[in-house]
T-cell receptor, first 110, second 117 residues
Framework: RKEVEQDPGPFNVPEGATVAFNCTYS??????FFWYRQDCRKEPKLLMS???SGNEDGRFTAQLNRASQYISLLIRDSKLSDSATYLC???????????FGKGTLLTVNP | GAGVSQSPSNKVTEKGKDVELRCDPI?????LYWYRQRLGQGLEFLIY????????KSGLPSDRFSAERTGESVSTLTIQRTQQEDSAVYLC???????????????FGEGSRLTVL
């Protein structure tokens, strides 16, 4: 099993659609989970942290399932500006090292 | 500024030359990472520093690559005898000290774009 695994996509959705990404991780002891966003030719930036109870930020909802070792990101009412690569990030080791998935490319079409 | 700073932002070099890339992390951040990103590809982990612990060098692709960090401040990534396949954006990121078992957010610099002719 890969350490952090994401569906690479690409996901092509129309404006207004709801889209969901999943990410699985290998270490059941992981404690920190994030979703990052990377625009074309830009550096990754934090989109949101993922908390055990799940959390929401506007149109974005993140959830954690420890039993199945996956996290998810739901985007409602997609906008053109949501087009980007979404990266799942998990700390896998006792040395606190954060590991990135390969990312999922989302394109929102008019 | 208060963010992660990288220099140079762009570097063009000839095959076989050595290059040095610099990263100034956010003050107080104990963790520092280097990544490589080729055009259209994902992030490729290179090396991880955490405080005074031994660095995790498991991502360095060959012995031509090395990195140093002075305490919890500046880091330099050195690529010796550059090859065309080294052309990429080299990204540095830092994060604050861990709290318990949790790791803080990563903050990225804008990257150093390396082109090897």
């Amino acid at each position: 099993r890969k350490e952090v695994e994401q569906d690479p996509g690409p996901f092509n959705v129309p404006e207004g659609a709801t889209v969901a990404f999943n990410c699985t991780y290998s270490n059941s002891a992981s404690q920190s989970f994030f979703w990052y966003r990377q625009d074309c030719r830009k550096e990754p930036k934090l989109l949101m942290s993922v908390y055990s109870s799940g959390n929401e930020d506007g149109r974005f909802t993140a959830q954690l399932n420890r039993a199945s070792q996956y996290i998810s990101l739901l985007i409602r009412d997609s906008k053109l500006s949501d087009s980007a690569t979404y990266l799942c990030v998990v700390n896998l080791r006792s040395n606190y090292k954060l590991t990135f998935g390969k990312g999922t490319l989302l394109t929102v079409n008019p | 500024g208060a963010g992660v700073s990288q220099s140079p932002s762009n570097k063009v070099t000839e095959k076989g030359k050595d290059v040095e890339l610099r990263c100034d992390p956010i003050s107080g951040h104990t963790a520092l990472y280097w990544y490589r990103q080729r055009l259209g590809q994902g992030l490729e982990f290179l090396i991880y520093f955490q405080g005074n612990s031994a660095p995790d060098k498991s991502g360095l692709p060959s012995d031509r690559f090395s990195a140093e960090r002075t305490g919890e401040s500046v880091s330099t990534l050195t690529i010796q005898r550059t090859q065309q396949e080294d052309s990429a954006v080299y990204l540095c990121a830092s994060s604050p000290p861990p709290r318990g078992a949790s790791t803080g957010e990563l903050f990225f610099g804008e990257g150093s774009r390396l082109t090897v002719l």
